[in-house]
């Protein structure tokens, strides 16, 4: 039976996930000995409960050569990966949960939506005059690339320079198989962002902006330690790599949906107030993050499951999200539905994601430029096949080729 590291389950793994859920929300990919929990109530439940599933890095896994050969151009030339945030169990996590909870609040979000609605609608503008676009190049990366570069302190021009160092940043991730020599060139153009950003922080830290480098640095209290150089850079790793290709695939998957239910994309331009609803919809639908990685602890016990001690473990937020016992229908794409919201596409738990209503204001500012602007949307030449980047983890577009028409 094929499984999660067949390339073309990997692409379209719904069938997979209802055959999988129809015997039991738990099961074992034996190919890779993995523990795929893959039930909503069951991986809420999971994520929960920090002392049976760690998110520390597990420690009998062996680092690959291209692993070491890049730990080790970190180590010698910038700062290397240390364990902050998200590969950290409370009551480590605590500490930096709780200084990041003082940098993306409500109101940060708001004060920056301005000027992400601004992003949105000058990317938009540039699609209207050519009539036609690329959907994933054009728009769903330079959305949130643009916004967290500025906020990294580049000017717009510099996008192209970030995204080279956020494809650095997410190269060992995406490219497992790398050889040392490519590991070593990513690792090189990652320890040029590090200073980089270093000079940055040095820089907020004298003359704080309105911006997230400034609110990192400042956000402990008077009695508080501040974040090391060594964690700000850490954290600005997990920052770029947790909220970029996120956010990119979140909208790419967004708009294919509407280009392949033209009835939905009706009843949004009717109703414009089901935006939020659409939004949360598109996260059930499509997670753009399909499964992440904990270990078992100790011995546990899911659905009546034996997971043993020391086993790999994944969270298939892809599979919860199409849950049959949570959602009626789950393979059906529906803007109306009432309990879209209470998918698991941001986490549950202590590392439910920190930038989750970022992300959601990235969504609403984009779809609402793209129907204000477009009266109509549609593909410009067939999709390829496979449509996704393989990956376990996320489910990348390659790319979304449309035309549009502007309004009046
Ligand atoms: C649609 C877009 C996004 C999706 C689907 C998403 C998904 C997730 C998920 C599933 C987690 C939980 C990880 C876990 O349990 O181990 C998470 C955590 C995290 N996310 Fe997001 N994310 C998105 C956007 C963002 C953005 C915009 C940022 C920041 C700019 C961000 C930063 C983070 C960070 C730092 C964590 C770790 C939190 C912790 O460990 O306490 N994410 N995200």
Same mark, same amino acid.
């Given at each position: 039976m094929s499984g999660l590291t067949d390339p073309s389950v990997q692409d379209d793994p719904f069938e997979y996930y209802a055959g999988r859920l129809a015997s039991c929300p738990v099961w074992h990919e034996d190919d890779?000995?993995?523990?795929?929990? &893959?039930?909503?109530? /069951?991986?809420? /439940?999971?994520?929960?409960?920090?002392?049976? @599933?760690? =998110?520390?890095p597990a420690r009998s896994r062996r680092a690959s050569d291209a692993q070491i050969a890049h730990h080790r151009t970190?180590? %010698?030339? &910038?700062?290397?990966?240390?364990?902050?945030?998200?590969?950290?169990?409370?009551?480590?996590?605590?500490?930096?949960?709780?200084?990041?909870?003082?940098?993306?609040?409500?109101?940060? *979000?708001?004060?920056?939506?301005?000027?992400?609605d601004e992003i949105a609608r000058e990317l938009v503008d540039v699609i209207a005059e050519r &009539?036609?676009?690329?959907?994933?190049?054009?728009?769903?990366?330079?959305?949130?690339?643009?916004?967290?570069? %500025?906020?990294?302190?580049?000017?717009?021009?510099?996008?192209?320079?970030?995204?080279?160092?956020?494809?650095?940043?997410?190269?060992?991730?995406?490219?497992?198989?790398?050889?040392?020599?490519?590991?070593?060139?990513?690792?090189?153009?990652?320890?040029?962002?590090q200073h980089f950003l270093a000079d940055e922080f040095?820089?907020?830290?004298?003359?704080?902006?309105?911006?997230?480098? =400034?609110?990192?640095?400042?956000? #402990?209290?008077?009695?508080? %330690? $501040? @974040?090391?150089? #060594?964690?700000?850079?850490?954290?600005? #790793?997990?920052?770029?790599?947790?909220?970029f290709e996120t956010t990119t695939a979140a909208l790419s998957a967004g708009m294919w949906l509407l280009v392949q239910h033209p009835d939905q994309q009706q009843l949004l331009r009717e109703q414009p107030s089901l935006m939020g609803n659409f939004i949360e919809e598109v996260l059930r639908y499509d997670a753009p993050v399909q499964g992440l990685?904990?270990?078992?602890?100790?011995?546990? #016990?899911?659905?009546?499951?034996?997971? $043993?001690?020391?086993?790999? *473990?994944?969270?298939?937020f892809g599979a919860a999200n199409r849950d049959p016992r949570v959602f009626d229908e789950p393979?059906?794409?529906?803007?109306?539905?009432?309990?879209?919201?209470?998918?698991?596409? @941001?986490?549950?738990?202590?590392?439910?994601?920190?930038?989750a209503a970022l992300a959601r204001q990235e969504m609403a500012s984009a779809f609402v430029a793209i129907l204000d602007?477009?009266? =109509?949307?549609?593909?410009?030449?067939?999709?390829?096949?496979?449509?996704?980047?393989?990956s376990i983890f996320l489910r990348p577009m390659k790319r979304l080729p449309l035309r549009v028409v502007p309004k009046g």
């Open positions: 890779i000995d993995l523990w795929v929990i &893959g039930g909503l109530a /069951e991986a809420r /439940e999971a994520l929960q409960d920090v002392s049976t @599933f760690s =998110s520390t970190l180590a %010698e030339h &910038g700062w290397p990966r240390q364990a902050t945030l998200q590969r950290t169990d409370p009551p480590v996590h605590t500490r930096y949960r709780k200084l990041l909870n003082r940098v993306f609040t409500p109101a940060a *979000v708001r004060d920056f939506t301005p000027h992400i &009539g036609s676009c690329e959907f994933v190049a054009d728009f769903a990366l330079p959305l949130p690339g643009i916004f967290i570069a %500025e906020q990294l302190g580049l000017d717009r021009a510099d996008y192209r320079r970030f995204r080279r160092w956020a494809d650095a940043m997410l190269a060992l991730a995406n490219r497992p198989q790398m050889s040392v020599e490519e590991a070593i060139a990513e690792a090189t153009i990652e320890v040029e962002a040095d820089r907020r830290r004298e003359t704080p902006g309105p911006d997230l480098i =400034s609110m990192l640095v400042h956000a #402990h209290g008077d009695d508080e %330690e $501040p @974040f090391t150089m #060594h964690e700000l850079q850490d954290l600005m #790793h997990q920052l770029v790599t947790g909220g990685w904990r270990q078992a602890v100790c011995p546990a #016990h899911v659905a009546g499951v034996d997971i $043993p001690e020391g086993a790999n *473990v994944m969270m298939r393979d059906r794409f529906d803007v109306t539905r009432s309990n879209a919201r209470n998918h698991s596409a @941001f986490g549950f738990g202590a590392h439910f994601c920190v930038g602007r477009f009266e =109509s949307i549609e593909l410009a030449e067939p999709m390829p096949d496979p449509v996704h980047e393989p």
